[in-house]
């Protein structure tokens, strides 16, 4: 069964105005911790596509939180609570980027990936709960929907990867490399996307 674009729940695309931005992330948080159970019984050249899949949604969730959830979730849940979060998302990057560098074949891949996936799955409770939770019962849905706006635009950015016969799209060449490179290269496209849109409100 194919798998739906990073960020798209089945039968429902992220475009859809209705959702706000816990919806689209509590959306990738499902889709996250089931391709991490995919990852751990896939073989062959699916096993690798879907290890490039998980990298490209994470960069583009984290990224999100990073950027528009996480400074509107401090005056909610207070500073200590997403420093923590923040904390716990530097050690997920770094332990994907350890993956990459050890390989999908290599002995001890599975290991470190259900030692990640376990982080992984925390860490979204605790947003979950201290973040996101807070985020819908104060923040106007008027903003949350504007939040939701630059998450869609990461994932325009983010495509799971070019079609066939399609040539390099910029979206292939922002993706090119390593985890950490594509966490920078996906970040530095919402800060882009915020600056015109504040800019554009203002």
Not at 43 to 51: K, V
Not at 175 to 191: I, K, Q, S, Y
């Amino acid at each position: 069964m194919a798998r739906p674009p990073p960020g798209t729940r089945a039968g429902m695309t992220t475009m859809q105005k209705q959702e706000d931005v816990v919806d689209l992330l509590l959306a990738q948080h499902s889709q996250i911790k089931a391709m991490f159970s995919e990852l751990a019984t896939a073989q062959g050249p699916h096993r690798r596509e879907l290890f490039e899949d998980l990298v490209r949604l994470l960069a583009v969730h984290e990224s999100a939180e990073e950027l528009v959830v996480h400074p509107a979730a401090r005056k909610e849940a207070g500073d200590a609570v997403v420093q923590a979060r923040l904390t716990e998302e530097d050690e997920a990057k770094r332990a994907l980027a350890d993956l990459y560098d050890l390989g999908v074949d290599h002995p001890e891949f599975n290991t470190r990936l259900n030692t990640l996936s376990e982080a992984v799955v925390t860490h979204a409770s605790k947003e979950e709960a201290e973040e996101f939770s807070r985020l819908r019962a104060n923040v106007p849905q008027e903003r949350l929907m504007r939040m939701a706006d630059a998450v869609r635009t990461a994932e325009r950015m983010a495509p799971t990867r070019p079609h066939p016969h399609s040539g390099e799209s910029p979206g292939a060449n922002l993706l090119a490399g390593p985890p950490l490179a594509l966490f920078d290269r996906v970040r530095d496209v919402m800060r882009d996307w915020r600056e015109k849109n504040d800019n554009h409100r203002g």
